[in-house]
């Protein structure tokens, strides 16, 4: 329902409403299963994690944030400079299912164990009414898990996460082959890389900096320089940003086309490294991250990798925000990791370097 182009709000308040609560109605361009136009969603949560939910579900679908496709209707306070959001009342759901053509119920975590509304869920279950949690909805939407309603219990009952004992030797295998593989093939090209990065600054060819890695344990990873050698004589710590004035003229072009990272095959070799995983972090930023990023160690628990389901799937970031962004992705890949999905995130690297949109 709209009003001069904008989302109506509307009251399913009462005696019997749920405090804290909203809901919004979207229709997605198809069905969280995936098989083709999807009917009306309904998301009951707290009205911010709602109203994120509902923008997150239009944007992926192309839906504008403001105007919206045919079909899309907010039910409470999604409305511009709205403050205050409505109640949402459990007793009323069954006539929102009617009205609306609801065919699936989003409920955010952060509600709590609301008997009332775990009763009308479960009707509505038994009417062909499929109902879902948020972060599970989410990960499927967007291939990442979402960090702001993320719970313990869902970590620890979500379906995946599955790191069996074979997987981790057939992977380590591969690593160790590939690892050794390229070493030699490549190495009339690393030859060359260390030739145009003597002649073209002052320093060494090789860089070394402690990293975070299995199980928290600090290791150095190598990498090919491709900043001033006093690149962090005056500030200290800082992250690389983007067209950072420290990069070098070789080493830009080397970062571009990810070519600097090449040296961390003798990482994998050294088992500190696979080729997949999560970017490994500097010791000081992980103190930092750890403070302010809620589950930032679980990515502990994987090796680190070269690449990374979030290095192919997020720009580059320097900052708190961005680190939580990645996370959500690394995440992702530690529920799904497979030998197939490296194969996949593999190949989304290869298109990176070769179409040289590397950071």
């Known amino acids: ?16 409403a749920l405090p804290g609560a909203t809901a919004a109605v979207v229709q997605p361009a198809r069905s969280s299963a995936g098989n083709g136009a999807g009917d009306s969603v309904l998301i009951i949560g707290t009205p911010a994690r709602t109203e994120m939910l509902y923008r997150e579900i239009r944007a992926a679908f192309g839906q504008p944030d403001d105007a919206g496709a045919a079909g899309a209707r907010g039910l409470h306070d999604i409305e511009a400079g709205g403050n205050g959001l409505r109640r949402f009342d459990p007793e009323k759901l069954e006539r929102m299912l009617l009205e609306t053509g609801v065919s699936e119920v989003i409920v955010d975590g952060g509600l709590g164990g609301n008997q009332e509304l775990a009763d009308a869920l479960i009707a509505c279950r038994f009417r062909g009414v499929r109902v879902r949690d948020s972060v599970g909805y989410f990960e499927d939407l967007e291939q990442k898990v979402w960090l702001e309603a993320l719970s313990k219990e869902w970590l620890m009952f979500s379906e995946g996460f599955n790191h069996s004992r074979a997987y ?20 009339p090209l690393l030859a060359v890389i260390a030739i145009a990065i003597k002649l073209d600054s002052r320093g060494p060819v090789l860089f070394k900096q402690e990293r975070i890695g299995l199980n928290s344990e600090p290791f150095m990873l190598y990498k090919f320089r491709s900043m001033r ?62 403070e302010e990023i809620p589950f930032y160690d679980v990515r502990h628990l994987l090796k680190p990798g070269i690449t990374g389901w979030a290095q192919v799937s997020y720009p580059y970031g320097g900052s708190v925000e961005d680190a939580a962004h990645k996370l959500e992705y690394d995440l ?28």
């Open 332 to 359: 992702w890949y530690a529920k799904h990791a497979s030998i197939g999905t490296d194969l996949w995130v593999l190949l989304k690297t290869v298109k990176v370097v070769l179409f040289g949109k590397g950071r």
């Open 1 to 16: 329902m709209r009003a001069n182009g904008r989302l109506k709000t509307e009251t399913t308040g009462g005696a019997r």
């Open 229 to 290: 050698d006093d690149a962090e004589k005056d500030t200290g710590p800082v992250w690389a940003g983007v067209d950072d004035e420290r990069v070098t003229r070789v080493g830009a072009l080397l970062r571009k086309f990810r070519l600097d990272e090449l040296p961390q095959v003798t990482n994998v070799v050294r088992n500190e490294l696979s080729f997949v995983g999560p970017r490994p972090e500097r010791p000081c930023f992980v103190e930092l991250l750890r």
């Open 168 to 187: 981790r030797l057939v992977k380590r295998a591969l690593d160790f082959v590939c690892a050794l593989v390229l070493m030699v093939a490549g190495a």
